[in-house]
């Protein structure tokens, strides 16, 4: 079993960029597809972008294409996403998820079997 933490959160102005983290423990992460998914209020949660414990291939929403990065570090145990170029359009909880399973489609919030607590982005003059 994997736990999963999420940090870097915050506030931050239309244009600014943040960098979350996801820090795991119980498990290495080199075993499995991570995924990033935003919940806004109202909304239903979506995929942002995932990066295969296969190949590392990665994917991304249409709608961050381009301003975000997904990465992974295995000696750190953890995976970031870079986040740029920041709209209010952004604005929600980030949360990071774990398949062990590699499946698809890889913004089916249903093949993840971990996932953390969320960390809050706002994004405001």
């Known amino acids: 079993q994997v736990q999963l933490v999420e940090s870097g959160g915050g506030l931050v102005q239309p244009g600014g960029s943040l960098r979350l983290s996801c820090a795991a423990s119980?498990?290495?992460?080199?075993?499995?597809?991570i995924g990033w998914f935003r919940q806004a209020p109202g909304k239903e949660r979506e995929g942002v972008s995932c990066i295969r414990s296969s190949d590392g291939s990665t994917y991304y929403a249409d709608s961050v294409k381009g301003r975000f990065t997904i990465s992974r570090d295995n000696a750190k145990n953890a995976v970031y996403l870079q986040m740029n170029s920041l709209s209010p359009e952004d604005t929600a909880v980030y949360y990071c998820a774990a398949d062990f399973m590699n499946g698809q489609p890889w913004n089916s919030p249903d093949l993840y079997d971990y996932w953390g607590q969320g960390t809050q982005v706002t994004v405001s003059s």
């Open positions: 119980g498990s290495t992460l080199d075993y499995y597809t």
